[in-house]
C-alpha cells in the first residue's frame, strides 16, 4: 500500500493530506498543523486542500538531518496586558505548539482559561487556541490571495509580525530588547492604524498585513475596523445573502424597545464595498478585554445536578462578578434570540467584559445577532410555514432553552407593540429578504415568535414566583 502511495506522490504535484501524514510519519492532525504554519506549502486543489509534494520531501529531508528549517527560527516576547508584563514567550510556527510560555509574571492577567493563579501552570493547548483565534481564518473571501500578494507564508504569521494588537482586547507582544516599546503609543484605542479612514479603503483586505487590528478579527464574515470621528467601528459584511446586516438593525430596534442603553450594541446599515455592510461602535476602552463565554465553560467543569446556564452564572459570581447582573444579561439574550430565531449564539459571541488594572467582571452587552430572522432557510419552507431553529447554546431547542431565563422583571410585552411593522420596514431593504414572497413569510414567523415568546415569558414569571 505504502509503494502504491509513493509511486501516486512521484507523479503529482500534490499529495492529500492523508498521504503527506503517511509519507512523513506523522498525525494528520500535525500535517493541518505544518500547513497552517506555512511549513508546508500548501493549495485548494479541485476543492480540496493539497500538499505541495515537494515541499512535503522538503521538510522530510529536513527532519533527517535533525533540525529545523533555517527560516523558522524561534523568536521571544513579553507577552503584555496594555502595561502589565504578562509573561515571557517564545515563538515557532514549527512547533505543535507555535506559543510556549518561558516564565509566567503574572498568572491573575494571563489570558482567561489558559493558567490558574492558585497553581500558575499553563495548559498549552488552552494557550495556542486563544492565539489562533487572533488570525483572521482561512475561509475569509480572498485572504489567501492577499497573503501571496504581500508575500506572507501564512495566517499565523501576521498577527505575530503586527505583535498581536487588537481592539478586542488589550494583549500585545512586545519582542526582548525592546522595552522602550509602550502600550500608550501603540495601542489601536488611542492611535491612528494604517487605512483607518473609509474614504481610503476600497475593498476588505487593504488593512490585513499592515499594522491595523483586522489582522486579529475573526470570523467568517469579511469584517474591517475603521475610524470614523474619533470613534473606532467595526464594519461587518455578508456572504451570499444581504440580509444579515439588515437583520442586525431589526436586532437592534427589538433592543432599543426592550432593554436600557448599555446592554446592547446598536448596529446600523450602509453602503459600502459595492453592498450592505452593519457597523457598530467598539464596546471597550483601552483598559478592558473582552472574554468570550467558550473560555468561561470550558473553566466551569463537570460538576453534576446543575446546568450549564446555571453554572456559568454562578462560576461568575463566584469571580467576582455580580451574578443577579449576569442572570439578567442572559435572560435578556435568551429571550431576545427567541423572539428573533437566532439560530447562531454560540459560545463565542458572548461572554463577559474584564478590566485589565482591576480585573472586575460584568456582562459584555448583547452584540452579534445577525444569524436570524431564517436568513438561510429556503424561501419555499418558510411559506410552507416551517419556522423552526435551532436554539444556541444551551438549548437543544427554542422552548427548552427559554425555559432556563430566570430575571424577567424587565420584559414588557407592550414594547413589542409594532415592532413587527418596524422589522419588514428594515428588511425591504433587503434583496435577499424581499425576492419573492419571503418578505411576507418572514412577517408571519416573527408575528407567530412573538406572541409564543411573549406567552411563554408570563409562563415562566408565574412559575417563578
Not at 503529482?12 to 503517511?22: F, K, P, Q, V
Not at 494528520?28 to 486542500?49: E, M, N, P
Not at 491595523?212 to 475573526?218: I, L, M, V, Y
Not at 413589542?416 to 428594515?426: K, M, N, R, S, T
Amino acid at each position: 500500500m505504502l509503494n502504491e502511495v509513493m509511486q501516486q506522490m512521484n507523479t503529482s504535484n500534490y499529495i492529500t493530506m492523508g498521504d503527506a501524514a503517511r509519507l512523513l510519519g506523522v498525525t494528520k492532525a500535525r500535517i493541518s498543523q505544518l500547513a497552517a504554519s506555512g511549513t508546508l506549502a500548501c493549495d485548494i486543489v479541485g476543492g480540496r486542500k493539497m500538499v505541495q509534494y515537494d515541499s512535503a520531501i522538503g521538510y522530510q529531508k529536513v527532519r533527517k538531518r535533525g533540525r529545523r528549517p533555517a527560516a523558522d527560527v524561534g523568536r521571544k516576547f513579553t507577552l503584555m496586558s496594555a502595561d502589565h508584563e504578562v509573561a515571557h514567550v517564545s515563538f515557532d510556527p514549527t512547533r505543535e505548539f507555535s506559543f510556549e510560555i518561558a516564565d509566567i509574571l503574572d498568572a491573575r492577567r494571563m489570558p482567561f482559561g489558559t493558567c490558574s493563579s492558585s497553581s500558575p501552570t499553563v495548559n498549552k493547548r488552552a494557550l495556542n487556541t486563544w492565539w489562533s483565534h487572533r488570525s483572521v481564518p482561512d475561509v475569509r473571501p480572498g485572504l489567501i490571495s492577499r497573503y501571496r500578494e504581500l508575500g506572507i507564508d501564512s495566517g499565523i504569521e501576521v498577527p505575530v509580525r503586527c505583535l498581536g494588537f487588537s481592539l478586542s482586547d488589550c494583549y500585545w507582544l512586545r519582542p526582548v530588547n525592546c522595552d522602550e516599546l509602550n502600550w500608550q503609543h501603540l495601542n489601536y484605542f488611542e492611535n491612528n492604524f494604517e487605512r483607518s479612514a473609509p474614504e481610503h479603503r476600497s475593498g476588505w483586505l487593504e488593512g490585513i498585513g499592515l499594522k491595523n487590528p483586522d489582522n486579529t478579527s475573526e470570523g467568517e464574515l469579511p469584517k474591517s475596523w475603521m475610524i470614523r470621528n474619533g470613534v473606532r467601528i467595526l464594519v461587518k459584511g455578508c456572504g451570499m445573502d444581504d440580509q444579515r446586516p439588515f437583520n442586525e438593525a431589526v436586532a437592534t430596534a427589538l433592543h432599543r424597545r426592550l432593554l436600557s442603553k448599555g446592554e446592547f450594541v446598536p448596529y446600523t446599515v450602509e453602503r459600502m464595498f459595492d453592498g450592505p455592510v452593519c457597523l457598530c461602535d467598539d464596546f471597550l476602552n483601552g483598559r478592558e478585554e473582552y472574554v468570550p463565554a467558550a473560555y468561561i465553560r470550558d473553566a466551569l467543569g463537570g460538576q453534576r445536578g446543575n446546568s450549564t446556564y446555571d453554572r456559568y452564572c454562578r462560576f461568575l459570581g463566584r469571580h467576582g462578578a455580580d451574578e443577579a447582573t449576569v442572570r439578567k444579561s442572559m435572560s435578556q439574550m435568551i429571550v431576545c434570540d427567541a423572539l428573533l430565531a437566532n439560530s447562531d449564539r454560540h459560545w463565542r459571541n458572548f461572554g463577559i467584559i474584564r478590566n485589565v488594572d482591576t480585573l472586575e467582571m460584568r456582562p459584555a452587552p448583547l452584540f452579534d445577532s445577525g444569524n436570524c430572522l431564517w436568513y438561510n432557510v429556503p424561501t419555499a419552507v418558510l411559506i410552507a410555514g416551517e419556522f423552526g431553529f435551532a436554539a444556541k447554546p444551551f438549548g437543544p431547542d427554542p422552548s427548552t432553552q427559554l425555559a432556563f431565563a430566570d430575571s424577567l422583571d424587565w420584559f414588557d410585552a407592550s414594547h413589542l407593540d409594532g415592532f413587527v411593522d418596524e422589522a419588514v420596514e428594515i428588511l425591504s431593504q433587503s434583496a435577499w429578504a424581499t425576492a419573492g414572497n419571503r418578505l411576507k413569510a418572514i412577517r408571519r414567523g416573527l408575528e407567530r415568535r412573538t406572541i409564543e415568546v411573549s406567552a411563554a415569558v408570563e409562563v415562566l414569571r408565574h412559575v417563578q414566583r
